[in-house]
C-alpha cells in the first residue's frame, strides 16, 4: 500500500504529459488487478481515485482515468468489491459533480447494473434517478435519456411501485416521438401497458398489450406473453360495451386458443354464466397485483365475474327480483342491488330498479335497437328496388312472382308434415347458460 502512495505521489508530482500521466497510473492499476483477492485491493483502488480526482491533475486525463477504471478494472473485480469502489468513486466525485457529469451516469449505471443483477430493484432505480440527463454543458440525445428514463420505470415496476414508475413513464412519453429506434418504442408500450395494469385500467392495459403482441419486431413467445396478459386483463375489465368489444377482438384471435386463458375468454364472449369452479382455475394466471381487494370486499376477479354474470342473467330473463339475483350471483341480495344499480348508472347494464317490489328489470339493449332498425331500413329499400323494376317491366315481374308462389306452392305442400312439427314446436329454447 505505502509502494502505491509513493508512486502515486511520484507520478502527480513528476509534471507529465497527461497521456504519460494515464499511462502511469494504468501501469498501477495493472499491478493491482494482478490479484484482486488480496485484502489491500479495495483501499488501493480507493488511494487511485482520491489521487485522479485532485485538483492537480489535469481534467482531461482525470475524465480518462475515471471511464477507464470504470470499463476497464471494475468488471474485474468481485460484484462487491465493485460496488464499493463505484460508490466510493461517486462519493469522490460528488463536490466536482459539473465537471464529471459523463463519468457519473457511467458509475450509476455500472451501480445500476450490479443491483439489478442481484435483483435488488429499488436501489437500481435509485442510483439511475441520480444520473444527470439534463446537462447544461453536454445536451445528451433523446435516445440514451428516453432509454435511461425507461429503465428506471421498468425497475420500478419490478419492484411493484407504479406510482415511482407512472413518474418516468410519464417523462419519457415527452421525447418517445423523438427516437426512431424501435427498440425503444416496444419498450415504452410495455411499460406503459404494465402501468395501466397495475392502475386496473384493464381495458386500456388489454389494448395496449394487444397491440404489442402483433408487432413483428417483438420475439414470438414476447408476442404470446403480451396476447396472454391481453386475454387476463379483458377478462378482469368491468363489464360493459368496451371490454365486450375488446372480447370479441381477442376471441376472434386464432392465437388466443393457444391462450390457458382462453376457455375463461370463451365463455365471457358467448355470455355465459361463469362458476365458482371457472374462476378458481382462471385465478393460477393472476399476477400478485392482479389478486387484490377492492374497497366493497370482493377481488378484482370476484367484482368482474359478478358483472359478467349479472349481464349474463339480463340476456335470459326479463325481470328478476334482487333475492333470485343474489342467489344466482352467490352474493347477498342487497349487494346484488347496488352492483346492479351502479351498472345501470353507469351505463354499463341496460334496465331500471324497482326498489318497492325489490325487482330488476332488463330492457333490451340499444345496439339491438339500432340492429332492427338497420334491418327494417334495408327491407324497405330492396322494396323499393323491387317497385321500381316493376313499373319498367311488368310483364316480367309479373311472370316470375307467378312462377315463385307456384314453386312456394309445391314446396309446401310436399313438406306439409315437417311444417306442422316446426309450428307445433315454436316455442321459446332456454338459452344454454353452461
Known amino acids: 500500500m505505502a509502494n502505491i502512495v509513493e508512486q502515486l505521489h511520484v507520478a502527480v508530482n513528476k509534471g507529465l504529459s497527461p497521456k504519460d500521466l494515464i499511462d502511469k497510473f494504468k501501469s498501477i492499476l495493472d499491478e493491482i488487478i494482478k490479484d484482486p483477492k488480496q485484502p489491500q485491493t479495495i483501499d488501493s483502488f ?3 481515485l482520491d489521487a485522479v480526482v485532485d485538483d492537480k491533475i489535469i481534467l482531461v486525463a482525470s475524465r480518462q482515468l475515471l471511464t477507464d477504471l470504470c470499463t476497464s478494472y471494475l468488471n474485474r473485480l468481485t460484484s462487491e468489491q465493485a460496488k464499493e469502489v463505484a460508490l466510493y468513486a461517486l ?3 460528488a463536490a466536482r459533480a459539473i465537471s464529471f457529469e459523463d463519468q457519473v451516469g457511467l458509475y450509476r449505471n455500472f451501480l445500476a447494473d450490479i443491483y439489478e443483477n442481484e435483483e435488488n430493484w429499488r436501489e437500481a432505480a435509485k442510483v439511475l434517478c441520480g444520473a444527470p440527463l439534463e446537462s447544461a454543458q453536454k445536451p445528451l440525445s433523446p435516445d440514451y435519456k428516453l432509454k435511461t428514463y425507461l429503465r428506471i420505470a421498468r425497475l420500478y415496476l419490478e419492484d411493484d411501485d407504479p406510482v415511482q414508475a407512472e413518474v418516468f413513464i410519464n ?4 421525447l418517445q416521438n423523438d427516437t426512431r429506434d424501435e427498440q425503444l418504442q416496444i419498450l415504452y408500450r410495455a411499460c406503459y401497458a404494465r402501468i395501466l395494469d397495475y392502475k386496473r385500467k384493464f381495458v386500456e392495459a388489454a389494448q395496449r398489450y394487444n397491440e404489442l403482441s402483433l408487432k413483428s419486431i417483438v420475439s414470438s413467445e414476447e408476442r404470446m406473453r403480451a396476447l396472454n396478459n391481453a386475454l387476463i386483463c379483458a377478462i378482469l375489465a368491468p363489464a360493459g360495451p368496451h371490454r365486450s368489444r375488446m372480447l370479441g377482438t381477442l376471441f376472434k384471435d386464432e392465437r388466443s386458443q393457444q391462450s390457458q386463458a382462453y376457455s ?5 364472449y358467448l355470455e355465459r354464466i361463469i362458476s365458482p369452479h371457472d374462476a378458481k382455475q382462471f385465478e393460477s394466471l393472476l399476477a400478485a397485483h392482479q389478486k387484490a381487494t377492492t374497497v366493497d370486499g370482493y377481488t378484482i376477479l370476484q367484482r368482474a365475474v359478478i ?3 349479472l349481464v349474463a342473467v339480463s340476456k335470459i330473463y326479463t325481470n328478476i327480483t334482487f333475492a333470485q ?3 344466482l350471483l352467490g352474493i347477498l341480495s342487497e349487494k346484488s342491488e347496488k352492483i346492479a344499480s351502479q351498472m345501470i348508472s353507469e351505463g354499463r347494464l341496460s334496465g331500471f330498479v324497482d326498489q ?3 325487482v330488476l328489470h332488463f330492457q333490451a339493449s340499444e345496439q339491438l335497437a339500432q340492429w332492427d332498425r338497420r334491418i327494417e331500413s334495408f327491407c324497405v329499400q330492396v322494396n323499393q328496388v323491387l317497385d321500381k323494376i316493376q313499373a319498367v317491366h311488368p310483364e316480367w315481374c309479373q ?5 315463385v308462389e307456384e314453386k312456394i306452392s309445391a314446396s309446401t305442400n310436399d313438406d306439409d308434415d315437417i311444417g306442422v312439427a316446426e309450428t307445433n314446436t315454436t316455442a321459446v329454447k332456454p338459452m344454454d347458460v353452461s
Open 307 to 309: 358483472e359478467h354474470n
Open 91 to 93: 462519493e469522490r466525485i
Open 325 to 327: 339475483l343474489g342467489g
Open 46 to 48: 480507493k488511494k487511485i
Open 399 to 403: 311472370k316470375t312472382m307467378a312462377l
Open 171 to 174: 417523462r419519457a412519453s415527452l
Open 356 to 358: 318497492i317490489e325489490s
Open 264 to 268: 375463461m375468454l370463451n365463455k365471457m
